[in-house]
């Protein structure tokens, strides 16, 4: 029996000890009507041996790239040391650190990546993460809506370079509360959010600003952070963790900084894996940690003195406040927490520079290499971070799937979300990107827009 | 005890490990320099040895179910299979990009549809997604997916959501964020819903019943099958929250008993680790009539080959929950421990953690320890109060809790359901010994006898962890959440 150590001796004693005539017997309370459904669509079971040719087959069978995939998830190397550690048992199997003084090792740790997130974002304060980025987005709207006391309304204002994915996200789940999300309708100037579009301000209780921005592009957060500010409305920032290594962090936008700043951890270490799982990030000022969601970790000391470290501010939390808590939020994405920071120790602030210079080093030329195919062209000339798009002679949706079928990975359809954008492909290449990579994407393309334009 | 310094602490200005980083590039033109950042962020500066060492040293300072028994109520915390962290971990899996093409993606995709159908058959629902990231995650799609179905039929004055005061704490929270109203049902003596107070809570402003079956305290709704009739009776729905499906998987099926939508945790139910809070998966099924507004994305198969059903397809959906596919790493690893127990491993896994459950609870019992519902069968869980011995004794049930530690076990659940006074809910799951089971229950024995000879003693623990008993009071008062360079580290009270 799989994972079940039971003898046929160890049965018979212990329903012994029951006062059970058979292990059917102990289910005497579920009606009968309800019992016995013979599962007969269910596979046999396998042997580990077996499934483990089944999965090495299945996961054979798909293409990982040269990956010039973004919009949310990026591809970057991950120190062997990090996943080593990680999945040591001590941290993959252990519960959520209710148990404080069972639970030394993760609390540390976690408070470590309170420290790191602090660090690099220059908040005041983080919480232990959230579900993904797009997830801490919809929390991050929700937390300003209970922090703006001075603001009447529950519109918040959401720029329209912010990742359309995440908008959705946030839509279905801040919908039902009355909380009205608008777009920050304005002409794009190449690609990133004008002055102009601040306009709409008035009343508002938040507005979402991304940098980068979905396009890749680097927004002017000092004059939208002060314009924001100026309303009475609160700045809530998505960021890229690695991109603050290099840019200016939220903390610093403006005259007084962004009050709440939440994004995607999975750069730092997490894997792609198909999507998931990653870890949500929020971090805000000092005032707001009373508002924030999910698991906070706290030092202080045991009653020898003995320095330790707890979860705190439960009184926050629905295992507490039940119907009156800040989030529904419980279990959240600890392990994928444990590789972010033991990434983050690795690579350093210096490390983690060095990456985002690198990713940026690579698209700028990624991009200069593609542009020099006829009809291939940039949509936006201004900053970027490390994704840039480009316009194409044709729809990307065919050019992405050609090219997938030589196994290039070549970007995000940006058709997707807008039909005028059909011929628009999101590009993007990290610090794994090779100078060779970026020669096969080249010419795959060439031969691509060659044999259709013939 | 050992104290091992921050990460920070260890560092020394000018460390690095240097091979992990790529070379250094100028910033170049590209970025003009008011979008840069002034310094280096405040990150360690260590050497590899530095971070090995350290993590691997707070690692050992944790207790999990790979080291300790951990009967932790409600949480099923069964042996996570290292075989499911491999596979799931295949690089196929594991580099590929979320956005990648379905037509290169048709392995996931085949192991993501299959566990689907999987989960659909043995919880007897019409169908499953998988998006929810975790299991309060999968309960907000299930009221949102309550709320959306009585929207679309224009039935727009339901506005409750009925919670027995037996539920988790994450019942109501959901159905607050879902814009509803709660409204507590009491439970009756034998751990049942009381019927009477469900039939007068029933009305026209009745969204829904969230119920967990069996429930928080540890035994079947026996009167399951009535419940159903009268809530669809009074036009609301039944959400079940499958926190305890451990305990009847295989041998009878939510879908079967009326409800109409339920969240699985995988990360319970499917043995994915906890991994010290996370990450879980909520993937929820839903009957026929939910259908339409099921989270998206969904793996559909169309002949032989797989495709993703977005908004296009589910114009009713309630959306998305997340930026992707929900925690494809997790459902990976529960795809293989579900093939791996098959169609006759499923009833096991509830024989098994029932077996395991009553033996318990009868040994226990037999010790003299006050079980809760003694008329009632335990099903994979059990409670019992320890309001005697705090009485007599001065030892409250924190205190068993931390005395447990000592005895390297971890403590069972406690003060949860709250109802029941100086309370451990405790689950031992099916795959641990019967020795290990017989090692706890002398650990209560002689926690009982020590509280007896000197019940100060208790009150101290726990002796041999990393650290004493932590001051809470201290931590939420003098809120410290972060190292600051310069700041000392805390100082030993005099």
């Known amino acids: 029996m799989p994972f079940i150590p039971h003898t046929q001796e160890d049965i018979d004693a212990m329903l012994e000890v029951i006062g059970a005539a058979d292990l059917e017997s102990l289910f005497d309370e579920i009606p009968v009507g309800l019992k016995g459904h013979p599962l007969s669509s269910l596979p046999e079971a396998m042997s580990e041996q077996a499934v483990t040719r089944l999965m090495q087959e299945r996961s054979a069978r798909d293409v990982c790239g040269p990956c010039f995939i973004g919009a949310g998830a990026y591809r970057h190397h991950i120190p062997a040391a990090v996943w080593e550690l990680t999945t040591r048992g001590e941290f993959y199997s252990a519960y959520t650190p209710y148990q404080a003084e069972a639970s030394q090792g993760t609390l540390q740790l976690l408070y470590e990546f309170q420290s790191m997130m602090t660090g690099l974002t220059a908040m005041d304060v983080s919480n232990a993460s959230l579900y993904d980025g797009a997830s801490a987005l919809a929390e991050a709207i929700l937390m300003a809506i209970r922090a703006n006391r001075r603001a009447s309304s529950r519109r918040v204002l959401v720029a329209g370079t912010l990742h359309p994915v995440y908008r959705q996200v946030a839509e279905s789940i801040v919908g039902a509360q009355g909380i009205v999300l608008e777009t920050l309708e304005a002409p794009l100037r190449d690609g990133a959010l004008d002055a102009e579009a601040m306009a709409a301000l008035d009343g508002a209780a938040a507005v979402v600003v991304q940098q980068p921005n979905f396009y890749g592009r680097l927004e002017d957060v000092d004059m939208l952070t002060d314009q924001a500010h100026g309303a009475g409305a609160l700045v809530i920032a998505v960021v890229n963790p690695v991109a603050m290594a290099l840019l200016r962090p939220p903390g610093n936008w403006g005259r007084d900084g962004a009050d709440i700043v939440c994004g995607e951890g999975q750069p730092l270490g997490v894997p792609l894996s198909s999507g998931g799982p990653y870890f949500g990030f929020l971090c805000a000022r000092q005032a707001f940690v009373r508002q924030m969601p999910g698991r906070i970790v706290g030092r202080t000391v045991d009653l020898e003195g003995t320095p330790g470290y707890t979860l705190t501010l439960q009184a926050r939390e629905q295992h507490i406040r039940r119907s009156k808590a800040t989030s529904n939020i419980c279990t959240n994405q600890g392990l994928m927490v444990t590789a972010a920071t033991i990434y983050m120790a690795l690579l350093g602030g210096e490390g983690l520079r060095r990456v985002a210079l690198a990713c940026h080093h690579n698209t700028v030329s990624l991009t200069e290499q593609l542009c020099t195919l006829s009809g291939v062209r940039p949509l936006h000339q201004g900053p970027c971070f490390h994704e840039r798009v480009l316009e194409l002679p044709r729809p990307a949706s065919q050019i992405i799937e050609r090219l997938a079928a030589v196994g290039v990975l070549a970007g995000y359809d940006l058709g997707r979300h807008d039909p005028d954008m059909a011929n628009c492909l999101l590009v993007c290449a990290t610090e794994l990107i090779t100078g060779d990579d970026i020669a096969r994407y080249r010419q795959a393309l060439e031969a691509v827009l060659r044999e259709e334009a013939a | ?494």
């Not at chain 2, 995709?109 to 019409?126: F, K, P, R, W, Y």
């Open chain 2, 1 to 494: 005890m050992r104290n091992d310094p921050l990460i920070f602490e260890q560092g020394r200005p000018g460390r690095r490990a240097a091979a992990q980083a790529p070379g250094d590039f100028p910033v170049g033109a590209g970025i003009p320099d008011r979008f840069l950042r002034a310094g280096p962020a405040r990150l360690p500066e260590v050497s590899e040895l530095q971070v090995v060492r350290h993590y691997t040293r707070l690692s050992q300072k944790n207790f999990s179910i790979d080291t300790q028994f951990y009967p932790l109520g409600s949480c099923t915390m069964k042996y996570n299979p290292r075989g499911c962290n491999r596979l799931a971990m295949l690089p196929g899996f594991l580099d590929r990009h979320p956005w990648a093409p379905d037509s290169v993606s048709q392995g996931v995709m085949s192991c993501l549809h299959d566990l689907q159908e999987m989960l659909a058959e043995v919880t007897g629902m019409a169908g499953v997604s998988l998006t929810p990231m975790a299991g309060a995650q999968g309960e907000f799609a299930g009221v949102a997916m309550i709320r959306a179905y009585h929207l679309a039929r224009g039935d727009e004055a339901r506005n409750e959501i009925l919670v027995p005061d037996a539920a988790h704490g994450t019942n109501p929270a959901t159905a607050v964020m879902c814009g509803y109203k709660v409204r507590e049902i009491p439970t009756d003596r034998d751990g049942d819903v009381d019927l009477e107070a469900l039939k007068q809570a029933l009305g026209p402003q009745t969204a829904g019943i969230m119920l967990t079956n069996p429930s928080t305290l540890g035994v079947f709704e026996r009167r399951i099958t009535e419940m159903a009739e009268l809530v669809h009776k009074a036009g609301g729905l039944l959400y079940y929250d499958g926190a305890n499906l451990n305990a009847i998987l295989g041998k009878a099926r939510p879908g079967d008993m009326g409800f109409d939508v339920i969240h699985m945790n995988l990360h319970k139910t499917f043995s994915t680790p906890h991994g010290g809070g996370g990450p879980g998966s909520g993937a929820i099924g839903v009957s026929k009539r939910l259908l339409p507004h099921m989270p998206v994305p969904v793996v559909a198969r169309e002949g032989e080959a797989y495709r993703w059903l977005t908004e296009r397809d589910l114009p009713q959906t309630i959306g998305r929950l997340s930026a992707f596919m929900g925690n494809t790493g997790v459902v990976l690893r529960a795809y293989v421990y579900a093939r791996m127990l098959g169609r006759e491993g499923m009833g096991r896994v509830a024989d098994f953690a029932t077996l395991n459950a009553n033996y318990l609870m009868c040994r226990l019992r037999a010790e003299g320890f006050q079980v809760w519902f003694p008329q009632r069968r335990a099903s994979h869980e059990f409670i019992i109060s320890l309001k005697q011995e705090a009485k007599e004794l001065g030892a409250t049930a924190m205190d068993f809790a931390k005395r447990l530690l000592d005895y390297g076990y971890h403590a069972p659940t406690a003060y949860f359901p709250l109802l029941v006074p100086e309370c451990l809910l405790i689950e031992p799951t099916e795959t641990e010994t019967r020795e290990e089971l017989d090692g706890f229950v002398e650990a209560m024995v002689c926690i009982r006898d020590e509280a007896r000879r000197d019940p100060d003693y208790l009150k101290q623990a726990p002796y041999t962890l990393p650290v004493r008993r932590l001051d809470e009071v201290r931590a939420a008062k003098e809120l410290d959440l972060k190292w600051l360079p310069g700041t000392p580290a805390l100082k030993e009270q005099e």
